[in-house]
């Protein structure tokens, strides 16, 4: 879960002058700025209003597109970027050109990518009400370790596919990555749904995490480069939409298990169907013109401009292209490069917000919710976890609404501080005895409201960041090795959460997400920048002026 908001301080004492001549519009500006600086960076998105059952990806493409319409428009206002000067200054930067209204058509491709974020939920979330039936008709019903191995192998697969996946992307391209994603996707899904024995089970759950690690990686990075500037925010957040539309739609699937206990190879066959669109629809998208450029292939990058943008944008994106340096002499960035001193800020800004994420509990809610809320006496478990899901969907939409008016960080740090909150009284409803009559009850409101929180900034913002503010000559590599943080932490919460629960106690490992969370808030405040307003090529030219 994310499946992006990071920040990079640094002193640039450089002085930057530039030329920008906008062909669409005539019109020339100069501009002579010098940085020496600590930079804050903002942007923003905004999403669909969607209703908790709107599980279609149809449905959420409308009310997105509605989201959408309204960003576009309030993103034609002038809007000023900060920067605060080493010595206290403040300066107000106005963007340099009003975007051009595009005649293209950059949702339905969205769209098409985010059957991979769909597919990353609903992999998580499956084995949460199907674990305690398949255990049985596995023969490892009383094998916890087991259990939770089947629970975590798909982490380990997940961990493999995320580094995996920007090497892929970088030298294969978006949309052949994805058909490429599409194949351990397809042979897990049928393996994981006609399994017989345990180490079946297993491969086929590893295959699954291999895709979704893949798609963890590539969807964001496909969905920021294809974007406009003004609504790259919101077509951003269209990716945790759909990461919890997956994750409620695996709690629905898990409804009818009551009545019938073999319903969970359904559960996990189903996966199969949106695998094979993802497939097929890739095979009708335009490639990121930003990697096309990179590999020299102007033409073609000319060709997927027309598509996405219309043709009257052509001009003006080629232009910032060439000015951000994008396809210079300077070759594809190595792994190790990411830990240059040119780049480690802002990578381990990225790889230490997906961290935060995942220590912050909020994987292990959405696996064990129908234990906890058990537990806490709730009658129906899997209606409850539904509920969850259902938080997970309300809550992202509000957050895709203000994204682009509040901006990332501050989204951020009152997620995390609602968080915080909510696992503080999660704790308490467990050990003081006055709240004991209340406990189920406030075992659901304290996880509901857990999940409000998480889904206005912590889900959404750190996958949405990461494309931003990384280099394009190290962006694939730098979300893949981020996401890969986020993977091997997840992996490692999977496998141990149960075992730390039975000796420690639960409202001592709530307590300790709460302190988690405080820390977080900490971290943003000082470190986190903002993208709000500014092309992929301008926030490259701030953050990284050598390149």
């Not at 060439?322 to 780049?343: C, I, N, P, V």
């Not at 790889?351 to 696996?367: D, E, P, W």
């Not at 960080?409 to 003081?432: R, V």
């Not at 996880?447 to 206005?456: E, P």
Request: hydrophobic content about 50%; charged content about 15%; aromatic content about 8%.
């Amino acid at each position: 879960m994310q499946a992006s908001s990071h920040l990079v301080r640094g002193n640039f004492g450089i002085e930057i002058s530039k030329r920008r001549v906008f062909p669409c519009f005539g019109e020339v500006r100069q501009r002579s700025l010098t940085l020496n600086r600590n930079f804050c960076i903002r942007s923003g998105s905004t999403c669909s209003g969607l209703r908790s059952g709107d599980v279609s990806m149809g449905a959420g493409l409308v009310r997105a597109k509605n989201g959408i319409e309204t960003a576009v428009r309030s993103s034609v206002k002038s809007r000023s970027i900060k920067a605060q000067a080493s010595g206290g200054d403040i300066e107000d930067l106005t963007p340099i050109n009003p975007q051009a209204k595009s005649s293209g058509a950059v949702l339905p491709f969205v769209g098409v990518a985010c059957l991979g974020a769909m597919l990353f939920g609903y992999h998580l979330g499956v084995v949460n009400g199907a674990l305690e039936y398949l255990s049985k008709d596995l023969g490892i019903a009383e094998n916890t370790v087991m259990q939770g191995w089947i629970v975590s192998t798909l982490l380990a697969g997940a961990t493999v596919g995320s580094f995996t996946g920007g090497t892929l992307a970088d030298k294969f391209g978006r949309t052949r990555t994805f058909q490429l994603d599409a194949i351990p996707l397809i042979i897990g899904a049928f393996l994981t749904a006609t399994a017989q024995t345990v180490q079946t089970m297993i491969i086929g759950r590893f295959l699954a995490g291999i895709g979704i690690g893949i798609s963890s990686a590539i969807v964001p990075l496909y969905i920021s480069e294809i974007s406009p500037t003004e609504i790259r925010g919101a077509l951003g957040s269209i990716n945790q939409l759909f990461i919890c539309i997956g994750i409620l739609a695996a709690l629905v699937a898990g409804l009818p298990l009551a009545g019938n206990p073999l319903w969970w190879r359904t559960m996990f066959g189903i996966a199969i169907v949106p695998a094979i669109l993802l497939a097929v629809g890739m095979a009708f998208s335009p490639e990121s013109p930003r990697w096309l450029f990179q590999q020299g292939k102007i033409p073609e990058a000319e060709k997927a401009i027309r598509t996405l943008y219309g043709k009257e944008r052509v001009a003006e994106i080629m232009y910032e292209l060439r000015t951000a340096g994008q396809g210079s002499t300077e070759q594809e960035a190595g792994w190790f490069d990411l830990f240059s001193s040119r780049y480690w800020k802002v990578v381990s800004v990225g790889a230490a917000l997906f961290l935060f994420q995942q220590l912050a509990g909020i994987n292990a809610v959405v696996y064990y919710s129908t234990a906890v809320f058990r537990s806490a006496g709730i009658a129906s478990d899997v209606a409850a976890s539904a509920l969850v899901g259902a938080s997970n969907v309300i809550g992202s939409a509000i957050a895709s609404s203000l994204m682009d008016r509040q901006g990332r960080k501050s989204l951020l740090m009152t997620s995390f501080s609602g968080m915080a909150a909510s696992m503080l009284l999660l704790s308490l409803s467990f050990t003081w005895k006055v709240l004991a009559p209340y406990s189920g009850t406030l075992a659901v409101v304290g996880t509901v409201l857990y999940v409000l929180s998480f889904s206005l900034g912590a889900g959404p913002v750190p996958a949405l960041l990461l494309p931003e503010i990384f280099a394009s000559r190290i962006r694939a590599k730098a979300v893949a090795l981020s996401l890969g943080t986020h993977w091997i932490s997840n992996f490692v919460i999977g496998l141990y959460f149960l075992s730390v629960v039975n000796k420690f106690g639960i409202s001592s490992v709530y307590l300790g997400f709460a302190g988690v969370c405080a820390v977080a808030v900490l971290y943003i405040a000082g470190n986190v920048v903002e993208t709000k307003g500014r092309s992929l090529e301008e926030i490259e030219l701030a953050l990284n002026p050598t390149t």
